[in-house]
């Protein structure tokens, strides 16, 4: 059989983890329209008869103001080292800028490159055309695609030029495996992912999730997490009015825990403040975004 690992790279906002929940058609990796939604890299186990695909999702490369968006870039570029291609994924719907030529200059890989140009569904054959052009002056020898991954379009063209490259090679996950992450890593990510919808532009980049405890009683989980923002201002922000803001958050992240472990939960939130946790190694390795 066929297998390997395949990094998924590209600047915020592009929509990696959109794709890589297309091709698994399963949601590990959360979503949302604020930029720099993902902040670890996330494995992902593609399987079919022939071939298993480990797919590593990593966070939206940028130009980094905290010590939060310098651990981000280490980890979408570390995720390039080792693999057997690279998928550089691309907004199609947007002019080539600064944040493009950032990332393409810090690239060290001498792994084949996939341009894959995202949300065709969005561009025009005007812009399309530009954006290809300067991207195969740049690189020369990538092969490039179009897909739209949200509407799940042209995605199996991806994966069938994929295996075609991929090595012959043993199983690195069981078939019945999705994800390398704990079940507490996609319950806090799940949270966070409510709030990202929910709250406006000043909790963002601001606010962190971890989980305290999970216990399976019987059929349901009782699960305690922490939610932590940087100010009282936020914190007030999140808890909502009568506490309105913080039992939706609640209401509609455990409607999707249910849905991934298959079994009932009870859901309990606390919300704290951590002044400056972004440029805290202490609380970044706390938080899981730095080794401990």
Not at 5 to 30: D, E, M, Q, Y
Not at 32 to 57: A, C, H, L, W
Request: proline share 3%.
């Amino acid at each position: 059989m066929k297998s390997g690992f395949v990094a998924l790279i590209g600047r915020p906002n592009v929509g990696k983890s959109t794709l890589l929940n297309a091709i698994l058609n399963k949601k590990i990796s959360i979503i949302s329209p604020k930029p720099q939604t993902t902040r670890n890299s996330i494995m992902g186990v593609y399987n079919d008869e022939e071939s298993q695909i480990v797919f590593v999702d990593t966070p939206g490369i940028h130009k980094p103001y905290f010590k939060l968006g310098e651990y981000m870039n280490k980890v979408a570029f570390a995720s390039t080292r080792d693999v057997e291609a690279i998928i550089l994924l691309v907004d199609a719907s947007l002019e080539f800028g600064e944040g493009d030529q950032y990332l393409i200059d810090h690239i060290q890989s001498n792994a084949p490159i996939f341009i894959v140009f995202n949300k065709i569904d969005l561009t025009n054959i005007d812009l399309i055309t530009r954006l290809k052009a300067k991207y195969r002056e740049i690189f020369t020898d990538a092969k490039i695609l179009e897909v739209s991954a949200l509407k799940n379009i042209l995605v199996d063209d991806l994966i069938l030029e994929l295996k075609s490259l991929l090595p012959e090679g043993p199983l690195y996950f069981e078939r019945s495996q999705v994800t390398d992450k704990n079940d507490e890593f996609v319950i806090s990510e799940i949270i966070r992912e409510k709030i990202l919808l929910l709250t406006k532009q000043e909790i963002p980049h601001s606010v962190a999730v971890y989980v305290e405890k999970m216990e399976q009683k019987k059929d349901k989980y009782e699960i305690s997490a922490t939610i932590v923002v940087e100010r009282d201002s936020q914190k007030g922000i999140v808890i909502g009015k009568g506490g309105k803001m913080i039992k939706k958050i609640g209401s509609l992240a455990r409607v999707d825990i249910e849905n991934y472990l298959n079994a009932g939960v009870r859901l309990t939130t606390f919300v704290r403040v951590e002044e400056e946790w972004r440029n805290s190694l202490r609380c970044l390795r706390e938080f899981g975004y730095q080794d401990k």
